[in-house]
């Protein structure tokens, strides 16, 4: 079974696809840590994440930056939009994640293209949702727990400026894949958030318990 699941920073697809993962029994792939190791591989090149050709030299990543804890931070994520934009870079990881999609057995993964791009036939493809305050709050909260300065403010403007540009870039945008199941969690704890998604899946996959 491939469980697809996309939506914007923040929205807690992350918590929801690693807890699906867990019940489930499955692989779990955050793929926004690859387009984040992108954009720090570039960073510390010295190249532009702007420039295509400087970004698709860095998809050669080394594997040992997917565990650098520099690369949760709002710097990486910003680096990680902007890298993203570029179609040959897209191209470039996308083999990686078809393969850990197609994995016997299935797997879960989360991004912003799984249920468009990656993985259209998933079984699952959940699209999470939050309002930007609520995702500010929390990027804000995690932030003040990993002793990060940095002000309310300045998370809410970055959100937005990410937001803009991963739905209106012309390679694999940010959208509802079709079929794809609506959570908004503004109002819903993490628990919660996660009871719903299992939830669903046991429906569309006519999993009873
Ligand atoms: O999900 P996360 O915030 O870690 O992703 C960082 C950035 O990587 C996103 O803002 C988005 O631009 C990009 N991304 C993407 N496609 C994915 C996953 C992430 O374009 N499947």
């Given at each position: 079974m491939i469980i697809a699941v996309d939506g914007p920073t923040a929205s807690g697809k992350?918590?929801?696809?690693?807890a699906l993962a867990q019940h489930f029994c499955l692989p779990?792939?955050?793929t926004g840590m690859l387009y984040r190791a992108v954009g720090q591989q570039v960073a510390l090149n010295g190249g532009?994440?702007?420039s295509e050709a400087d970004s698709l030299a860095a998809c050669a990543f080394p594997d040992s930056l997917l565990v650098?804890?520099?690369l949760r931070s709002e710097v990486s994520g910003g680096l990680a939009s902007r890298v993203s934009v570029h179609p040959r870079v897209r191209q470039a990881l996308y083999d990686r994640q078809r393969m850990f999609a197609t994995q016997p057995g299935g797997a879960v993964l989360d991004g912003r293209d799984i249920g468009t791009v990656i993985a259209p036939e998933a079984e699952v493809k959940l699209f999470i949702i939050a309002s930007v305050a609520a995702r500010a709050e929390r990027r804000f909260l995690e932030m003040q727990r990993t002793g990060r300065e940095v002000t309310?403010?300045?998370i809410t403007t970055d959100l937005e400026a990410r937001d803009l540009r991963d739905a209106t870039r012309?390679?694999?945008p940010l959208?509802?894949?079709e079929g794809a199941i609506v959570i908004d969690t503004s109002l819903l704890s993490p628990s919660e958030a996660i009871a719903r998604a299992i939830s669903f899946v046991d429906l569309l996959t006519g999993n009873t318990g």
């Open positions: 992350g918590t929801i696809a690693k779990h792939l955050d532009d994440p702007d650098d804890p520099d309310l403010a300045e012309s390679a694999a959208i509802q894949a």
